[in-house]
């Protein structure tokens, strides 16, 4: 059964200490998305990739957030330093693209639940 | 910019009654939208989705969706609520003039399904 994941599932962290949350792509699918998802937010858009190449990430704080993909099989997303405000839901998605955009359904991984004390 | 309006935080139904969860959209161009569903500490999973063709869709679970243009609506029904329905529901949206990748959701309806 094909499915995204994501590593790791919860994880605990002083503030100021680097994060790492990372996605497995379903195999074949080229576009990766990341979201995070608060009470108060509900689901943000932080940024997508599609064949590996970033497209918008204007969702990210950008001075301590950052997203890439070394590899089709593999999408990061690094947080330093992490903040309390920073707690929260964190899932990855992918999907299949053509060349004129996604007709198609995204798929959800498990989410990584991060707590920045 | 494109956006998605879900007006209900919640919706409460008898099981056994029909649903139906509200999402209206704005994109500045044609849309595809989407509904997805979230059980406790899960992922989103897909429901069903408008792209082209009849404005009727019908997706998993007896879940079914119609594409109003003119009132830029896809409300999500159901007609017949089970316990097991009881889920948190997604509308979602993306732009096919700003390149059809963006996907953007709306804040969530929490669907009560009473026994």
């Known amino acids: 059964d094909a499915r995204v994941t994501q590593t790791p599932r919860h994880k605990v962290t002083e503030m100021g200490q680097e994060v790492t949350m990372r996605c497995q792509p379903i195999l074949g699918h080229n576009t990766v998305f990341w979201y995070r998802q608060t009470m108060m937010q509900g689901l943000e858009l932080l940024a997508y990739f599609r064949n590996r190449a970033p497209l918008d990430d204007s969702g990210m704080p950008k001075d301590r957030f950052s997203a890439e993909m070394p590899d089709a099989t593999l999408a990061t997303l690094k947080i330093q330093p992490s903040e309390p405000r920073d707690s929260a839901v964190y899932f990855c998605a992918s999907g299949l693209a053509s060349g004129t955009g996604s007709t198609g359904e995204l798929f959800f991984g498990e989410g990584s639940r991060l707590t920045v004390l | 910019a494109q956006s998605v309006a879900q007006p209900e935080d919640q919706v409460n139904v008898a099981e056994g009654n029909p649903l139906t969860v509200k999402c209206t959209y704005s994109?500045?161009?044609?849309?595809?939208l989407f509904w997805y569903v979230q059980y406790p500490n899960r992922g989103l999973q897909f429901l069903l989705k408008?792209?082209?063709?009849?404005?009727l869709v019908k997706g998993s679970y007896g879940f079914e969706a119609e594409f109003n243009k003119s009132q830029t609506s896809f409300h999500l029904k159901k007609p017949s609520a089970l316990v097991s329905d009881s889920a948190l529901y997604f509308c979602a949206v993306r732009d096919i003039n700003t390149g059809g990748f963006k996907t953007i959701f709306g804040a969530g309806t929490r669907l009560f399904v009473k026994a």
């Open positions: 994109v500045s161009g044609n849309p595809y």
């Open positions: 408008y792209i082209t063709g009849d404005n």
